[in-house]
């Protein structure tokens, strides 16, 4: 019997590895375009979110310009038919409005959120740079801002508003050096330094007492939102003194246009015009005080007097630096367009003047100061010294240049004020805040302008009469510096609120103060030089040729080569000493040595310094003497 046949083992078989090959290429080829697809298809998401970001951008802008566009033309149908009850910011301010209602009402937007946002926990809070790990590729995220619960599924809305809020250096670092240094550069300098020192009072010892007044009282008003439940989060003492700062920057460019229509009074002009330049300087360098207010020890928001005092010197290092630095920088602009045969290149000294004027502001920026008070300054110095080292043709240039930079930015400004009523994503709107900020605004206002006029008067050759004082005290119009401090920081509850009270606050004084101007003229009985027609365009001429750098009663008169400098006759002269005697002491006090020594340094004109300087100083005083100095009239 035949023995049964063990089953066979399973074999397996192992093809040739050389075989294989093909098989491994076509496996990873296979990969690779499923891999290539994916990032294909990354890339071109990529590509089309950021296509429609340029484009969102680049509507945004042209909503910009064409509100400016608009409010240009309605200006010239403004001015055409003599309408006065409404200035051009204020017409600004509510084309914003009115966009800004259309953006976020009546717009719908596209975008590519994930509806679906992980969650995650933080213990030190959110941070400025996520990188996320997706399948093995990392992307980094940056933080755009917080979204309220009850917005979270409006992404694409908040997102289109967000881009429509600029960043608060732009208002800066872009749009406020025009507008203060042209505040500077057309500077009266005979009803200005006429009233020097009671500008300097109000600017200085006013704002100052605003501040407090405002802030003391907005401390009461806090307390009692706190006492009525009103209050859902943190406001400090210290946060009130912030709003007081801010809110006491005066800005009333519509009263002051409305006065150069008129040609109102030229002292109340200066004291008006002057108090808002000086006292937007010192807002802003007492708010940045008031930040570097820290007390040490546990509880931070204490009085304590070493930090109190800090803070003093705190105020006095950044002005008087930021002072310091605008000057030199004009100095400087001065000797360059001196010693140098710029004026033949009228091009490259416009660019050349812009340039060091704008970098001013940047350089004290970046140096720990206040770009504000140094650009100011830097204006001031600029239109006594710089300007009459320039060519005729750079002396319009620079007028004209800082004169549209200074109107397309103010409007920008008030345009963007409106716009951001709607669009700007944090307002905490408070009625018990705004209306107690109310309050405080008249009544810091009015311990301000009486009881200082008051002491003023002690001293003052020509007083402040009564209407002068009540038209000061009406004239009190918040505007774009309020604006931009109060934008430049909205990150807490209690700055959201002062934003949005802030707001409210520069809508109601330049539509109701700024229209009410004209009739409160005519109520006061301040003069007016309305007349006929020729008189008006003789005025404004004059008006409009002698605001940079010359004194209204002077002329320039061509000297040299093709420099301009101040000359004066018999009359102009007597008018000169009559201004000088009726300007400041602490004018008076400096008068003379910049006439001796300032100006023959820095400029084509005054009496040469070698007869000016002792006979040691020849080599010296020959060398910075210029040869157009001998040849015109000290």
């Known amino acids: 019997m035949e023995a049964a046949k063990a089953p066979k083992p399973w074999t397996l078989y192992l093809p040739n590895p050389s075989s294989l090959f093909p098989l491994f290429v076509f496996i990873l080829s296979q990969c690779y375009r499923i891999s290539a697809d994916d990032g294909g298809i990354e890339e071109l998401a990529t590509e089309k979110e950021a296509e429609e ?167 009461g008003v806090v307390k009692l939102m706190q006492v009525l439940g009103q209050l859902t989060d943190k406001f400090y003492y210290t946060d009130c003194l912030f709003f007081g700062a801010i809110i006491s920057a005066t800005d009333p460019v519509t009263v002051l246009a409305i006065f150069n229509e008129l040609h109102a009074d030229g002292d109340l002009y200066a004291l008006l015009f002057g108090e808002s330049v000086m006292n937007d300087a010192v807002s802003i360098v007492l708010s940045s005080s008031i930040v570097a207010y820290q ?62 004027s704008w970098s001013t502001f940047l350089l004290a920026e970046a140096c720990g100061f206040t770009g504000v008070v140094a650009v100011l300054f830097c204006g001031i110095t600029q239109a006594h010294y710089t300007y009459n080292n320039l060519s005729e043709e750079s002396t319009k240039r620079t007028k004209q240049l800082f004169e549209v930079l200074h109107f397309l930015a103010e409007n920008f400004i008030f345009s963007y004020m409106g716009l951001a009523l709607f669009t700007f994503q944090n307002h905490v709107f408070s009625p018990i805040f705004i209306v107690g900020a109310f309050l405080a605004i008249f009544i810091g206002r009015a311990l301000n302008i009486y009881p200082l006029s008051f002491l003023i008067n002690l001293g003052r050759r020509h007083k402040i009469r009564g209407n002068f004082q009540h038209m000061m005290m009406f004239a009190g119009l918040r505007g774009a510096m309020a604006f931009a401090l109060a934008i430049r920081d909205t990150a807490t509850y209690a700055r959201q609120m002062m934003f949005t009270t802030t707001l409210l606050i520069v809508f109601f004084t330049v539509w109701v103060f700024g229209g009410g101007t004209t009739p409160m003229l005519s109520w006061l009985h301040i003069r007016v030089g309305e007349s006929s027609d020729a008189e008006k365009e003789r005025m404004r001429r004059l008006w409009n040729y002698d605001r940079v750098g010359v004194d209204p009663d002077q002329d320039l008169q061509p000297c040299g080569d093709s420099f301009q400098v101040l000359q004066g006759d018999g009359s102009q002269s007597e008018g000169q000493s009559k201004t000088k005697q009726e300007s400041a002491w602490l004018f008076r006090l400096w008068y003379t040595f910049d006439h001796n020594y300032l100006k023959p340094i820095l400029t084509h004109s005054g009496p040469p310094l070698t007869s000016t300087l002792p006979a040691c100083c020849g080599p010296l005083a020959r060398c910075l003497t210029s040869p157009q100095a001998y040849e015109c009239p000290s």
Request: hydrophobic share 45%; charged share 15%; proline share 4%.
């Open 295 to 356: 007390p040490s020890g546990a509880n931070t928001h204490t009085f304590d007097a070493s930090a109190f005092f800090k803070s003093v010197g705190v105020f006095i290092g950044i002005f008087s630096g930021s002072f310091a630095m605008g000057a030199v920088t004009g100095v400087v602009t001065a000797l360059v367009t001196k010693f140098t045969k710029l004026h033949c290149f009228p091009l490259l000294e416009t660019a050349l003047f812009f340039l060091m």
């Open 53 to 219: 970001s340029h484009r969102q951008d680049s509507v945004n802008l042209l909503t910009f310009i064409l509100l400016l566009t608009l409010t240009i033309l309605t200006i010239w149908l403004f001015k055409h038919r003599r309408v006065r009850f409404l200035h051009e910011t204020g017409l600004a301010m509510i084309y914003g409005l009115l966009v800004g209602v259309i953006l976020r009402y009546g717009i719908p937007s596209t975008s590519y959120h994930n509806k679906t946002p992980p969650s995650c926990m933080l213990k030190e809070g959110p941070v400025s740079t996520v990188l996320l790990n997706v399948s093995g590729k990392f992307f980094e995220y940056t933080l755009k801002g917080e979204i309220n619960l009850r917005e979270i599924h409006s992404v694409e809305q908040n997102d289109m508003l967000r881009k429509l809020t600029f960043d608060p250096e732009v208002f800066f670092n872009i749009l406020l050096p025009p507008i203060i240094f042209h505040a500077g550069y057309s500077l009266k300098k005979r009803h200005f330094f006429r009233n020097l020192g009671s500008i300097i009072t109000y600017a200085f010892l006013g704002t100052a007492i605003s501040c407090f007044v405002i802030g003391n009282l907005m401390y």
